[in-house]
């Protein structure tokens, strides 16, 4: 059984280890890595100013993370004066427990919902691996907005219409992972 909740600074330590271990499973892939930033994600759980969200799990306890942030985290050099108008959940920093449930989506999925409910239209994300921006669209129903050059690399945005997913009742009670 899994649920979301807001994140405390109980839960530092559990979330710059899932970090370390994400990086380590990136590293594996040839990915790259972001141990260097997994103590720097964890002291976010704590700070008032950020809505950080946990993945917890009834056993294995934080398997994933997540930040919410508005329309004022939209980087004008991704998107049109337009789309950073449009009502949006913008997330950052999504991290799983490496594992084979693809935990990932409950967070995404879960996010979809709660957007919903607070009014918004959109949830955009955006990743500057290409393959997890093919993962998203295809295992996770998003849309590739864009991408985007920059400082040297290539940066994709993608987006999601704000609604709940039925399904997500079922896997954050263990079904059909």
Known sequence: MYRMREATAADAEAVAELVRARSAWLS????????????EYGAQAGNPDLAVWVLEHEVDGVVGCTTHFGNEALPHWAFTE????????????????????????????WSLGRAAEQGLTWVRRGT?????????????????????????????????????????ADLMAGRGL
């Open 28 to 39: 594996v892939q040839g990915l790259g890595e972001c141990a260097d930033d997994a103590e």
């Open 82 to 109: 337009q789309e950073r108008a449009e009502p949006t959940l913008f997330l950052a920093t999504t991290f799983t427990r490496p594992n084979p449930h693809r935990l990932g989506r409950l967070i995404a999925w």
């Open 128 to 168: 500057g691996q290409e393959q997890l921006a093919r993962y998203y669209r295809e295992a996770q129903g998003w849309d590739l907005l864009r991408g985007v050059e920059r400082h040297g690399s290539n940066v994709f945005f993608l987006q999601r219409r704000a609604d709940r997913v039925p399904e997500l």
